[in-house]
Each structure stands twice: as C-alpha cells, then as structure tokens.
C-alpha cells in the first residue's frame, strides 16, 4: 500500500486548501486514517483521523470547525478541506493509514508512529501573506 497526497500551496491567511490522499497498491476499507502535521523540530501532531471500526471522524482542538475530513468510497481517497487557515496551520501535512483493526476509540489517541502505518510523502501548506 502507498498514499499518494496532492493540495499542498501557498496561501494567505483566511484563504481555504484542500488535501487529498490517493491509495495505490491497497484498498483502506480496513485501515484507520487520518492527516497529520509536522512543523520543523517538533514532533507530529494529529489533525483528524475516522476510525475504521465505526466510521467516526475526530478532530483535534486546535483545529475543531475549521477542518473536516472526508472520504470517497468510490474512488477511496480521503480528503482534508481547511478553512480560514492561519500562520499557525504552517506545516508539512501527512496522510497515514493503520491497519490495526483491534484498536479501538478516539484513532488520534492511537500511537501512529509506532511503524505499522503506512504514510504518504508529506504536502507543504503555508500560510502567510
């Protein structure tokens, strides 16, 4: 399995992106995924995942209202729209898929970094004016 992400820009405050991730080679029926982002010398942070056991979206606080994720069952890719984005929201953003089906609960709670998940390449959003 690879994601392939696409959305990545420039652009300025208040403006809106939207993130795409692309599955090949695999299917994510039964995966957890979520976007993720990185800010140099700073750990990764989760965004918004949807469980695979129930279909729930999560968001984290610092973004709750301003970012919703979706996916595409047809064609399986999965989204991230970003609204009234801020300087803040800087940062190289991930899309990642866990196969651990035993997992349950909150996915952003989930340890994503623990080398099961499948990552794609990384896209830079910026912000600035």
């Known amino acids: 399995l690879q994601l392939v992400e696409s959305g990545g820009d420039l652009v300025q405050p208040g403006g809106s992106l939207r993130l795409s991730c692309t599955p090949s080679g695999g299917t994510l029926d039964y995966y957890h995924i979520g976007w993720f982002r990185q800010v140099p010398g700073q750990a990764r942070e989760g965004v918004s995942c949807i469980s695979s056991s129930d279909g729930s979206i999560y968001y984290a606080d610092s973004i709750k209202g301003r970012f919703t994720m979706s996916r595409d069952t047809a064609n399986a890719a999965f989204y991230l729209q970003m609204n009234n984005l801020n300087p803040d929201d800087t940062a190289v953003y991930y899309c990642?898929?866990?196969?651990?089906?035993?997992?349950?609960?909150?996915?952003?709670?989930?340890?994503?970094?623990?080398?099961?998940?499948?990552w794609g390449q990384g896209s830079q959003v910026t912000v600035s004016s």
């Open positions: 990642a898929a866990d196969p651990r089906l035993r997992l349950t609960g909150p996915c952003l709670q989930f340890s994503w970094e623990s080398g099961v998940t499948t």
